[in-house]
């Protein structure tokens, strides 16, 4: 049993760049979620997706846009990435109210 | 904007001790908590949850206990092991399947 997977497990950004992360979970679960985590902080809620075909904003949604075109998958990207977006950002699933989280992907942007 | 980073709350213990690490939430709405554990490197791993008609709920080796009037969670480790060294992370639903976590207490085991 995979869980979730997150994808990349790490990667430097130059700043402008696009970049899209990758989030699948094998475990049929409605709801999906992005969170970024700051060095010292709690998780911060970016976007979340009740069920495929619907998504919503989060706490920080700003500069991020998200995709719900099936159950499994839910990417995250990054238009054009700053050096704010400089963080560690970690996918979940749902089924009802626990969240499982994937090991997370490190993302800098110089 | 930048993102700060925080000096996180720690509490060191001996093997063998038991562990208390509380927590304080936001919202007299919310109906529900949920306690994580993080490993370096790692993402959350779920610990042990409780819903608002409860004020204790027991796992292995671990308690929840909350009291809603004061608005206060606390996580219970029964003899504390190097293993539970870690980031231990509240977080309640404030609805929909929302979450909003606590900033963190860092737990350091002592052999």
């Known amino acids: 049993i995979a869980g979730i997977t997150q994808a990349p497990t790490s990667q430097i950004l130059a700043a402008g760049r696009r970049m899209t992360l990758r989030c699948t979970q094998d475990m049929r679960h409605n709801a999906m979620y992005w969170y970024r985590q700051d060095l010292g902080l709690g998780l911060r809620l970016i976007h979340y997706s009740n069920t495929a075909g619907t998504t919503g904003k989060g706490e920080v949604p700003d500069g991020y846009s998200v995709s719900r075109a099936n159950t499994d998958d839910f990417p995250l990207t990054l238009a054009s990435a700053v050096p704010s977006q400089t963080s560690v950002y970690f996918c979940a699933s749902s089924d009802g109210d626990t969240q499982y989280f994937g090991p997370g992907t490190r993302l800098t942007v110089l | 904007g930048e993102s700060v980073g925080l000096h996180l709350p720690t509490l060191s213990v001996q093997e063998g001790d038991n562990s208390i690490i509380n927590c304080a939430y936001s919202?007299?709405?919310?109906?529900?908590f949920i306690w994580y554990k993080q490993e370096s490197g790692k993402g959350p791993q779920f610990i042990i949850d409780?819903?608002?008609?409860?004020d204790k709920r027991q796992g292995q080796r671990v308690t929840v206990l909350l009291n809603k009037t004061v608005k206060h969670l606390s996580l219970q480790i029964a003899a504390t092991q190097p293993g539970d060294s870690a980031v231990y992370f509240c977080?309640?639903?404030?609805?929909?399947?929302?979450?909003?976590f606590g900033t963190g207490t860092r737990l350091l085991v002592s052999p």
């Open positions: 977080a309640e639903n404030t609805g929909f399947q929302k979450l909003v």
């Open positions: 409780i819903r608002s008609n409860m």
């Open positions: 919202n007299s709405a919310s109906d529900y």
